[in-house]
């Protein structure tokens, strides 16, 4: 596609629940990023994938967090017994590779945790 | 431990008022700095990259710099305009990895 697509745009869950954010990365681009941003702050990030394989997963708060890009396109960040603190805007980023040149943002995933 | 930091948090200013906004590091040994642009309820765009061998760069009105040795990169912003209205983040990216760390960003709002 022509950018980085996100749905859904806005999840509202229960405390609690499970959730599945979807990331479609531009076509060709070989890694892809998740980051959340909290309210007032900057993006954090949570994991980074080249190809198929998460080469740094250091962000992931805990282990109710984890994410998978089986046939190196399409990403999926999953969070379990979601927690209120877990609110956030979820950012997934793609590029070409290294050295951040090309990096591009979606428009986000506002997760609502009630 | 890499930590960005952007000052001012705020700025507003009248429409035609050149602006600069601050960006400072703790660890020098980065890869490259880049300079969003983030509209509310929107994604990040990429405005400017400098990589670390380099000094600026420029693109229209904006211009940004980089002082690697200190730890510093400021965004010059020319004859801001009301469409310049919105946070600028910076992000660096060290040499081991390839993650963005972000400052918590500028809001800036320009007056008509």
């Known amino acids: 596609g022509a950018g980085v697509s996100q749905t859904p745009s806005n999840k509202v869950t229960e405390k609690g629940k499970y959730v599945e954010l979807r990331c479609d990365p531009i076509?060709?681009?070989?890694?892809l990023y998740w980051y959340r941003q909290s309210l007032g702050q900057g993006p954090e990030f949570l994991i980074y994938?080249?190809?198929?394989?998460?080469?740094?997963d250091s962000g992931l708060p805990n282990d109710r967090f984890f994410a998978v890009r089986p046939e190196g396109s399409v990403s999926t960040l999953k969070i379990q017994r979601t927690e209120r603190g877990d609110s956030a805007v979820y950012l997934c980023?793609?590029?070409?590779?290294?050295?951040?040149?090309?990096?591009?943002f979606g428009s986000g995933t506002r997760l609502t945790v009630v | 431990k890499q930590e960005v930091t952007q000052i001012p948090a705020a700025l507003s200013v009248p429409e035609g008022e050149n602006l600069v906004l601050n960006c400072s590091f703790t660890?020098?040994?980065?890869?490259?700095l880049q300079w969003f642009r983030q509209d509310p309820g929107k994604g990040l765009t990429s405005l400017l990259l400098i990589q670390s061998s380099q000094r600026e760069q420029t693109s229209g009105r904006l211009n940004a710099s980089l002082d690697k040795s200190s730890g510093r990169s400021t965004l010059y912003i020319a004859a801001s305009q009301p469409g310049d209205s919105a946070t600028y983040l910076c992000a660096v990216i060290g040499g081991a990895t390839n993650k963005l760390i972000f400052g918590t960003g500028t809001l800036l709002a320009v007056q008509p």
């Open positions: 076509s060709g681009h070989t890694a």
């Open positions: 994938f080249q190809g198929t394989g998460a080469a740094d």
């Open positions: 980023a793609s590029s070409l590779g290294l050295s951040g040149r090309g990096y591009t």
């Open positions: 660890d020098s040994a980065i890869y490259n």
